[in-house]
């Protein structure tokens, strides 16, 4: 295993190529992956299910045909416990309530991934049903971050940013619908993109999520790796309701030449931000003046505190609707006593909202992105911060009442949600770190369907101040 450590800690583009130049096979790197898991998972509660038997007979013959030319054949990965279908895995999303559930087909997007050469070695934790911004659901436990194991790795998908934080693979499936890739990406220093809406499909199952509020994607130790991944799994599948503006050339080629042109950076300082959330701004925004793109200080046209209750409308009616979903599909009847309290009480404000009240939300929703989209008319890309405060303690963020509990989250994830709201790109950006060493993310947005532009500054930024050498010690 040690002999395998500096190739476990590689990205997965450099595992592809070492596997591609002979130096080690695909069955080696699972084997030294799985055990690292095993070593250290106890410890992260990362990871929840696992198909270990099977990835190592997927990785221990030659390439299938389909998988030949993939981009990253090999590579291990994880998928979050939360979203599309894995075939033969249990589906718990978290919750007492689908123990032992197991879908029996695969989702479009594991099936790009599998095409993409990734081989999946399991699950990873997350909150119940993706509801608070912090991995500490009461069925599978609460998962740890890498960096300080009293501290919360965020949510909703903080499995996967713990585990590729802890090195159990370089890339793992995320999902964001209010921050869920970009606050556990923030807190435990990985790299997050949440794409623009649609750009990767949800099929066959879902056309969108909660009126287009969850993207699909992954996080990643580094920005080339995100880029590789989008590049393999971006674009429409049969039927779509709708799909992102389409892109010309490749994303990973975008993260390699760097933006082409001084960028137009607006900064939103708060202050009733952490300090150390207000140093990671300025620290980022001198960096990228530095770099030579021109950064202007300037407030947005509004602020996600503005649209809180807005935005637990459709927050509570898309939980409601995925405990109906799932309940229809597992033939189970939903009962509280199966339910964390913050859950049962959304299934249950869900059911009460009027489909009249519901359409008028989305409305004055779709009015807020006209608004934003406008500001970025005048700017390429926006600069704030992912949460309020850095990563809290285990048990801050899941404490107290329904609504202590909401409205605690509402206010840790400050403006993160707008980029959900409008189905713009944002991604967080593990530059800075506070003075006891926690990661704190900096946040950039974009606009609609240009990742490309978020993806070469992160890759600039990478060059910059490179982030691959800072680990945690476990």
């Known amino acids: 295993m040690s002999g395998f450590d500096d190739i476990l800690n590689s990205d997965a583009v450099a595992q592809s190529d070492l596997i591609r130049q002979r130096e080690v096979t695909p069955h080696e790197l699972v084997a030294a992956t799985i055990q690292r898991i095993e070593r250290l998972n106890l410890t992260v509660n990362a990871v929840v299910s696992n198909r270990y038997e099977d990835a190592l007979l997927e990785a221990r013959g030659p390439a299938p045909e389909h998988v030949k030319d993939a981009p990253l054949w090999g590579v291990p990965y994880l998928y979050k ?7 033969g895995l249990p589906a718990t999303v ?11 087909h695969d989702s479009e997007l594991v099936q790009r991934f599998r095409r993409a050469g990734l081989l999946l070695l399991g699950k990873t934790n997350t909150a119940e049903f993706g509801v608070l911004p912090t991995t500490e659901p009461v069925f599978t436990g609460a998962t740890r971050n890498p960096w300080k194991l009293e501290l919360s790795a965020g949510g909703s998908s903080g499995g996967a940013a713990a585990a590729v934080a802890a090195g159990f693979a370089p890339v793992a499936h995320a999902n964001d619908a209010g921050g869920s890739i970009r606050i556990p990406a923030s807190c435990c220093g990985v790299f997050g993109l949440k794409p623009t809406r649609a750009r990767v499909s949800m099929g066959p199952d879902l056309g969108d999520l909660m009126n287009g509020l969850a993207a699909e994607f992954i996080v990643s130790r580094s920005v080339r790796d995100s880029a590789a991944v989008l590049d393999a799994v971006a674009g429409p599948a049969l039927g779509e309701p709708y799909f992102a503006p389409p892109v010309s050339g490749r994303f990973l080629d975008a993260v390699r030449s760097g933006p082409k042109r001084p960028l ?7 202050r009733q931000l952490h300090p150390e959330c207000t140093r990671a701004i300025k620290e980022t925004a001198a960096l990228c003046a530095d770099l030579g793109h021109e950064v202007v200080t300037d407030e947005l046209p509004v602020r996600f505190s503005e649209l809180h209750e807005l935005f637990l409308v459709v927050w509570a009616a898309g939980v409601s609707s995925a405990i109906s979903s799932y309940a229809a599909l597992s033939r189970r009847e939903p009962k509280p006593e199966r339910f964390e ?3 049962w009480w959304l299934y249950e404000e869900g059911r009460r909202i009027s489909a009249a009240r519901y359409l008028m939300t989305i409305t004055r929703l779709q009015q807020v992105s006209r608004r934003l989209a406008a500001f970025h008319e005048r700017y390429d890309l926006h600069l704030s911060t992912v949460t309020s405060e850095p990563a809290p303690k285990l048990g801050v963020l899941n404490s107290g009442t329904p609504m202590e509990q909401l409205n605690r989250a509402l206010e840790f994830v400050a403006d993160t949600p707008l980029a959900n709201l409008t189905g713009q790109p944002a991604m967080s950006v593990p530059l800075y770190q506070s003075a006891d060493g926690t990661p704190v993310g900096a946040h950039f947005s ?3 369907g240009d990742e490309a532009c978020l993806l070469s500054l992160a890759g600039q930024l990478e060059k910059a101040r490179p982030w691959a050498a800072r680990r945690p010690v476990l």
């Open 341 to 343: 309290e913050v859950t």
């Open 264 to 270: 137009r950076i607006a900064v939103t300082l708060d």
């Open 446 to 448: 974009g606009r609609v």
């Open 94 to 104: 978290g919750s007492a309530f689908l123990d032992g559930f197991v879908p029996g």
């Open 81 to 87: 416990d939360l979203g599309p279908s894995c075939a």
